[in-house]
């Protein structure tokens, strides 16, 4: 099963409203997987800072003093704000790999659930209506964010093995759906340098990705290639620093549906998830077409790339 929703705003006064609108739409889907849920919202640039989310079982024990030990470390200035079991760390764009080494070293317990320049990572397990009230995500302002909540299949129902999946700079995924080889996959992807914490074939397929770019393809062309690569039905939303993707594969299985109108773009696993949305009785409303990769970006022209593989 598992839901998965997605907003993008082309509209900037609607970006206050991003959390609220994103997690009555995760809610909603809450019958599609009630196990475990996450919200990835992209909250602005930091202006030579970078954002590291991180996630501890003992929060009380892990954050005490930890802006000012890890800025001890790297000699540099280092903010933290706590949300229950997570801390958004806000470090210097330049020592961000450097900061997460150090964090590994005198916080070990400490898990990374997301980095980049804007994104930041919420996810537990635990209900939709729980997990978004214990991080106040229904607060979040934003340009466009993804959400998911689980029905686990594959993995362990764990807050790691919780969507959204971060293994890029501002680039998460998730998924619905389930891929075959992502045994074999992990194992290639593990050699070429690729970090892979879990078991989870979802963060392989963003694992997938990230690899695809860091040897020079554009998402498009990357979400493209994944058509090929990887066997399995899916329906991937991908997001980005400046916008958020969708493919669904050849043959399509699964339920997604998407909206568009002048303020934003939306995607829901089902019609549902969208009807509350302002303006969505005008909307163009259409099922993604399989095998088509559709994206989004404040920096593109465009609205939309759609482009058959």
């Known amino acids: 099963m598992c ?18 609108m994103l997690t009555d739409m995760l809610i ?4 599609r997987g009630p196990d475990s849920a996450g919200i990835a919202i992209y909250s602005g640039d930091t202006q030579g800072r ?22 001890k470390q790297l000699a540099g200035s280092v903010t933290m704000a706590v949300k229950d079991t997570h801390a958004v760390l806000e470090v210097q764009e330049d020592q961000l790999e450097l900061a997460r080494k150090v964090l590994s070293e005198i916080r070990p317990t400490v898990r990374m659930m997301s980095r980049g320049d804007s994104l930041e990572i919420y996810k ?27 029905m686990a299949t594959e993995s362990a129902v764990t807050t790691m093995g919780a969507h959204p999946f971060n293994t890029g700079l501002d680039q998460c995924l998730v998924h619905n759906g389930s891929l075959s080889n992502h045994n074999s996959l992990r194992r290639k992807l593990r050699r070429e340098g690729v970090h892979i914490e879990t078991e989870n074939d979802t963060e392989v397929g963003a694992a997938y990705l990230t690899w695809r770019m860091m040897n020079g393809a554009t998402l ?90």
């Open 220 to 309: 498009g062309e990357a979400l493209e290639s994944s058509l090929d690569d990887l066997d399995g039905f899916f329906t991937f939303v991908v997001g980005t620093k400046d916008g958020f993707g969708v493919v669904r594969d050849p043959i399509a299985c699964k339920p997604a549906v998407m909206a568009e109108t002048d303020q934003y773009v939306a995607f829901g696993s089902e019609y549902r998830a969208l009807v509350n949305l302002p303006g969505i009785e005008d909307a163009r409303v259409w099922e993604p077409e399989p095998a088509t990769v559709y994206f989004w970006s404040h920096n593109a022209a465009p609205t939309a790339h759609e482009k058959a593989a």
């Open 28 to 31: 909603t889907m809450t019958d």
């Open 50 to 71: 970078a954002k590291l989310t991180v996630q501890s079982d003992n929060a009380d024990e892990d954050f005490s003093n930890l802006a000012d030990d890890l800025g």
């Open 124 to 150: 537990e397990v635990g209900l939709p209506k729980d997990v978004a009230d214990r991080f106040d995500l229904r607060g979040m302002s934003g340009s466009h964010g993804i959400g998911h909540t689980r």
């Open 3 to 20: 839901g998965i929703v997605g907003l993008f705003l082309k509209d900037k006064s609607l970006e206050p409203k991003l959390g609220d």
